[in-house]
């Protein structure tokens, strides 16, 4: 018995590894985040246990340390337990803790990798992170870093990588912005584009600068979750 961690992939439900829907059809307890495709339920066994774990829809359910202790417990009862995380689990989804957290308790684990959505929500908008003598780099943030931390990590004017890719990051679009625009290497007609949803049929692409995309944010009424994507690579597939 072991704690299989599966990333579920972007959004689409057909985004996801054939070794990861196996995990599913063989989990006996399924424990599952917000972003994940609940169409990939259907997989699971008949007699599955299904947990939401998810923390949105105002239903603050579960703290990390109350996952922990389930993933553990579930284990404990004989049981082949799957967590089922958006994306990949190791990509801003609090994987590595549950790992640790495993270890510490001599629980035997494996992690299956997931396509991030990090990567595949521009890609799937045709946003390529990449493309020769234009962006050679990129560089994936996070807009929201954990409200206990002292200071911030992450400070977007000294990032200096040709894209740059935020995810948890609509919330405070302002203050992103506004940062970034302390980098001598941008200013406000850098392209900036905003997928929410993405790789979903509830996809939007909004495409802006960063002079434009906050307001242009508000008149179409961005929510979560989404991601950002600064740098020439937004418009480069658009001159065809
Ligand atoms: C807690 S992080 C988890 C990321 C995940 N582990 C991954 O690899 O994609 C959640 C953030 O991922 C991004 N995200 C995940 N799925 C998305 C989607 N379908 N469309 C747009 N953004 C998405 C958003 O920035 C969201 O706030």
Redesign the pocket.
């Known amino acids: 018995m072991k704690v299989i961690l599966v990333?579920a992939g972007?959004?689409d439900e057909e985004l996801i590894t054939i070794k990861g829907l196996k995990a599913i059809k063989s989990g006996d307890v399924i424990i599952y985040?917000d972003?994940i495709n609940k169409n990939l339920l259907k997989y699971a066994k008949e007699d599955a246990e299904l947990i939401y774990v998810g923390k949105r829809k105002g239903k603050h359910s579960y703290k990390q340390e109350d996952i922990n202790r389930l993933l553990v417990e579930k284990v404990k009862e004989n049981k082949v337990v799957v967590r089922l995380?958006?994306?990949?689990?190791?990509?801003?989804?609090?994987?590595g803790e549950e790992v640790l957290y495993l270890k510490k308790h001599n629980i035997p684990y494996e992690v299956i990798p997931?396509?991030?959505?990090?990567i595949?929500?521009p890609e799937v908008a045709g946003i390529p992170l990449t493309y020769r003598k234009i962006s050679t780099s990129f560089t994936v943030v996070?807009?929201?870093e954990a409200e206990d931390k002292e200071e911030k990590q992450v400070k977007l004017r000294n990032l200096n990588g040709d894209t740059i890719v935020?995810?948890?990051?609509?919330t405070n679009l302002e203050e992103h912005v506004e940062e970034l625009l302390k980098n001598p290497r941008r200013s406000e007609d850098t392209p900036v584009a905003i997928?929410?949803?993405?790789?979903?049929e509830r996809?939007k692409v909004i495409k802006g600068t960063l002079g434009n995309i906050v307001k242009k944010a508000k008149e179409n009424s961005v929510k979560?979750?989404?991601?950002?994507v600064v740098g020439d690579v937004v418009n480069v597939l658009d001159n065809i």
């Open positions: 990333g972007p959004g985040d972003l995380k958006g994306g990949d689990p190791f990509v801003f989804g609090r994987g997931g396509i991030t959505s990090a595949a929500v996070t807009g929201h935020i995810l948890m990051g609509i997928i929410t949803r993405g790789t979903t996809q979560p979750p989404g991601v950002i």
